[in-house]
C-alpha cells in the first residue's frame, strides 16, 4: 500500500479551484493510495462530497491531514495547517516560493518533503505536469470572456438591415500561454486580433492563430528568448523603442489583455496612464499580471477600476473564476507528477533526489530548504 492522501479544503475564501478530481481519485486509488478527501474541498469545483466517494475517497476532516502521507492542496499551507501535518509528510502544491522565505523555513521545520508545482521544467516528460501552463490557458481564455462581459458593445462583426457593427479591436501584450489563448478566444468571438511579444517564435504563433504581430523587430529582439522559453527582460532602449510603437497602437484599440510575468520579478509595467487615456473612452484593459504587481499603471489587485476613462479589470485568482475546469486540469497535473514518486512494483512512496523533476520542484526536505535559490532562507526559531 502507498500510504494515505489527503486532499485538504483550502482556507483562503479566494481559492475556489481543488486538487483531486472524481478522475483523479480513481487514479490515486488505482496506485495504491487510500484517499482522504477533506468535506466540502471540491464544492466550489462542482464535485460533491458523494461524488469523491462514488470514486472510492473517504470524506474526513482537517483532522486526517495528521495521518496523511501526502497533503495535495492548490495553495501553499498556512502556519496553521503545516502543524497539522506529520512530519516527513509530501506536501504537493503551488507554493509561490518566491520572497516567503519564512514559510519555506516553517515547512523545512515540519520536517515537510515539499514540492512546488509552478516549478516543473519545461520538458517533454512534464509537459502533463505543466502547472502554469494548465491555468494560464483558462486564465487566458477567461481574459477575454470578462473584458467582453464588461465591454457595452459586441466583438464581432455584425453586418445588418439596420447598419454595421464593427468587429472590436483587442490587443494582447505577451503571447504565451495565456495570451495565445486570448489569442484563439478573441478571434472565436469576431474581434480583430493584434498581439505583441519579446520571443522572436511568438510571431509564428501569433499569425497562426489569425493575430497581427506588433513589435519592434531589431537585433535584440531576434535574440530575447531564454533557454526556458520564458521571455527575458529587454534593455532600457527597446523597453522605449517598443512602448512607442504600443502606445501608437494601443490608442486604436478597444480592449487590451496583459500577460507579462517573469517569474520571481515583480511583473513589468507595460501599459502607462498615458496610453490608457489614449484610448477611447468605455475602453477595456485587463491586467493578468495584477497579483505581481500588474502590468497595467493604476490596476487594481481584486478590482475593476476605471482609469483615464478605461475600465482596467484585476480580478484576482482568474483560473479559480472558472473553478470547476482549472481544478480538472490542475488535479491532473498534481497526479501525473504523484505518479513519477511512486514506485511501480512495490507501489510505495520513493522520492529519488536525483530524478530531475524532484531537482527541479523541491523545496524542503529532511528539515532544510533544499532548493538551491532559497537554501540560504532561515530554518530557525528565530527566523
Same mark, same amino acid.
Given at each position: 500500500m502507498s500510504g494515505i492522501v489527503f486532499v485538504a479544503r483550502e482556507v483562503d475564501p479566494a481559492e475556489s479551484r481543488v486538487a483531486a478530481s472524481v478522475e483523479t481519485v480513481k487514479k490515486m486509488k488505482g496506485l495504491g493510495f487510500d484517499v482522504v478527501v477533506e468535506g466540502g474541498a471540491g464544492l466550489s469545483s462542482r464535485i460533491a462530497d458523494t461524488d469523491y466517494e462514488a470514486a472510492g475517497a473517504r470524506i474526513g476532516s482537517t483532522a486526517d491531514a495528521k495521518g496523511a502521507d501526502v497533503v495535495l492542496k492548490v495553495r501553499r499551507p498556512t502556519d496553521k495547517e503545516i502543524k497539522a501535518y506529520k512530519s516527513g509528510a509530501l506536501v504537493i502544491a503551488i507554493m509561490d516560493p518566491y520572497g516567503n522565505d519564512k514559510a519555506l523555513a516553517a515547512m523545512a521545520k515540519a520536517g515537510l518533503t515539499t514540492f512546488a508545482m509552478e516549478l516543473m521544467p519545461r520538458i517533454t516528460r512534464a509537459q502533463s505536469m505543466d502547472v502554469l501552463s494548465s491555468q494560464a490557458n483558462l486564465a487566458g481564455y477567461q481574459?477575454?470572456?470578462?473584458?467582453?462581459?464588461e465591454y457595452d458593445r459586441a466583438l464581432p462583426m455584425m453586418m445588418t438591415a439596420a447598419g454595421t457593427v464593427p468587429a472590436a479591436?483587442?490587443?494582447v501584450m505577451g503571447a504565451g500561454?495565456?495570451?495565445?489563448?486570448?489569442?484563439?478566444?478573441?478571434? &472565436?468571438? =469576431?474581434?480583430a486580433v493584434?498581439?505583441?511579444d519579446v520571443r522572436p517564435a511568438?510571431?509564428?504563433?501569433?499569425?497562426?492563430? =489569425?493575430?497581427?504581430f506588433i513589435a519592434v523587430e531589431d537585433e535584440e529582439f531576434k535574440a530575447a528568448e531564454t533557454a526556458g522559453g520564458y521571455a527575458k527582460e529587454m534593455s532600457k532602449e527597446y523597453q522605449a523603442k517598443q512602448a512607442a510603437l504600443v502606445a501608437d497602437h494601443i490608442a486604436k484599440q478597444d480592449i487590451i489583455?496583459?500577460?507579462?510575468?517573469?517569474? =520571481? &520579478?515583480?511583473?513589468?509595467?507595460?501599459?502607462? &496612464?498615458?496610453?490608457?487615456?489614449?484610448?477611447r473612452p468605455g475602453s477595456i484593459a485587463v491586467d493578468l499580471a495584477v497579483e505581481r504587481g500588474g502590468n497595467i499603471e493604476g490596476s487594481e489587485a481584486g478590482n475593476v477600476v476605471e482609469v483615464e476613462g478605461v475600465k482596467v479589470i484585476g480580478h484576482l485568482n482568474m483560473p479559480g473564476r472558472i473553478a470547476a475546469s482549472a481544478s480538472l486540469l490542475y488535479a491532473k497535473n498534481l497526479v501525473t507528477f504523484l505518479e513519477t514518486l511512486v514506485n511501480k512494483e512495490t507501489k510505495a512512496i520513493a522520492v529519488n533526489p536525483d530524478d530531475e523533476l524532484v531537482k527541479a520542484t523541491m523545496l524542503t526536505h529532511a528539515g532544510q530548504v533544499v532548493y538551491p535559490a532559497f537554501a540560504a532562507a532561515p530554518t530557525k526559531e528565530n527566523a
Open positions: 481574459a477575454v470572456i470578462d473584458a467582453a462581459a479591436k483587442v490587443f500561454v495565456a495570451g495565445l489563448q486570448a489569442i484563439a478566444t478573441a478571434k &472565436r468571438l =469576431g474581434a493584434s498581439a505583441t511568438a510571431k509564428e504563433q501569433v499569425a497562426s492563430l =489569425g493575430g497581427k489583455i496583459t500577460t507579462a510575468l517573469i517569474p =520571481g &520579478r515583480p511583473a513589468p509595467k507595460l501599459v502607462t &496612464r498615458d496610453m490608457l487615456k489614449s484610448m
